[in-house]
């Protein structure tokens, strides 16, 4: 169930994100590792998102296409690919982060205060620290 629960949220947050600001969930979460820890190099990135290597340059590639992400070389690593939010992926995670709070508030709607408070403690429980991601 909740499976089911995880994949209908997921359905309708990168529905609306992406006919409103033309990115997925994917990308907003790329998009608040950086924000959160300014730049870092691809595979941090890769780390902060629990995201195959792979996954996260396909993720950076379209990123960078939108104009939400710099990349540059290190100077002391020439291999290493260091990436920054932009001004205007900021921009972008700012108003995308209304708009998961907003579709978050309308989800939740069928349940009371008590209920969602029960069910977030639960969930809680059984979240492993180790694994948990922050910002979702």
Excluded: W
């Excluded at 089911?4 to 006919?19: C, V």
């Excluded at 990308?27 to 870092?40: P, Q, S, T």
């Excluded at 708009?99 to 349940?111: G, N, R, Y």
């Amino acid at each position: 169930m909740m499976g089911l629960a995880y994949k209908q949220f997921r359905t309708i947050s990168n529905q609306a994100l992406s006919s409103k600001l033309d990115i997925s969930i994917e990308m907003l979460g790329a998009l608040r590792v950086l924000a959160h820890h300014g730049e870092l190099p691809q595979q941090g990135l890769a780390e902060g998102l629990q995201r195959e290597r792979s996954a996260t340059k396909r993720l950076v590639d379209n990123c960078i296409k939108r104009g939400l992400i710099e990349a540059h070389r290190s100077e002391t690593n020439k291999k290493a690919k260091y990436l920054v939010i932009t001004e205007k992926g900021l921009k972008i995670k700012n108003e995308a982060d209304e708009i998961v709070t907003e579709i978050i508030e309308q989800f939740f709607a069928p349940l009371t205060l008590e209920e969602r408070s029960s069910l977030l403690n639960l969930c809680r429980k059984l979240i492993k620290d180790d694994v948990y991601l922050g910002g979702y």
